[in-house]
């Protein structure tokens, strides 16, 4: 099961891998990396956690200019950033 940090607070990263670990991860390596753009399969992204049948895509507080107040207003292309990058993981091509 892939969980997903969508939150700047990244809260769930840090439950999961640790307050020290999650503040230390670069920004490229975590949900940041989908909505800035930059060119990284969402799969490589993906991490396990110290639970079976558990993994991560960990959440940064880089992220945070990607939350906006009104998402509704912004560009439909920008609001499906997430699902398009993980539609290839849920369809098995990864």
């Known amino acids: 099961m892939l969980l997903v940090d969508n939150d700047a ?3 769930l990263t840090k439950g999961l891998l640790g307050d020290e670990e999650a503040r230390g991860l670069d920004p490229a390596t975590t949900v940041y990396a989908l ?3 930059i ?3 969402a799969e490589l992204l ?3 956690t110290a639970f079976d049948g558990l993994a ?3 959440g940064s507080p880089a992220s945070i200019s990607f939350n906006v107040p009104d998402p509704h207003r912004i560009d439909p292309r920008d609001q499906a950033v997430l ?3 993980l539609r290839p993981m849920a369809e098995g091509s990864t």
Do not use: H, I, K
């Open 39 to 41: 060119p990284t399969p």
């Open 83 to 85: 699902r398009d990058a």
């Open 9 to 11: 607070q990244a809260s």
């Open 46 to 48: 993906v991490r396990p």
């Open 56 to 58: 991560l895509l960990a």
């Open 35 to 37: 909505y800035a753009g």
